[in-house]
């Protein structure tokens, strides 16, 4: 099996204190299988209650007016597939070292 790299880590958070709603991921663009990917894994925090998860994404579509296919799944944090779990492992490294925003509303990325 080929180990995935990241080219480039995007970090995005996102809190929307009338919503109780606290996003914080971190994601790596990475090329799976010939294509650009964007693999993330993420801690949310929705009205108290909190999770964490992996979402991937590649395909055109990702990019405004576009119609070309896409993929995208979610996954819950124990049902990472195989090929990518290294790579998640390092992204869950590097948001527990991460500094986030302690503002009471953020919307970046």
Request: with cysteine; proline share 4%; charged share 35%.
């Amino acid at each position: 099996m080929v180990k995935l790299k990241c080219s480039k880590i995007t970090k995005i958070h996102r809190r929307y204190p009338d919503q109780k709603w606290d996003y914080k991921a971190l994601f790596c663009r990475t090329d799976k299988k010939g294509k650009p990917t964007d693999i993330g894994f993420y801690k949310l925090k929705d009205k108290g209650k909190s999770s964490q998860g992996v979402e991937i994404y590649s395909g055109k579509n990702y990019i405004v007016g576009s119609e070309a296919p896409s993929y995208s799944r979610r996954y819950d944090i124990n049902k990472v597939p195989n090929e990518i779990k290294s790579l998640i492992n390092e992204l869950k490294s590097k948001h527990t070292k991460t500094k986030w925003s302690k503002k009471k509303r953020v919307d970046f990325n």
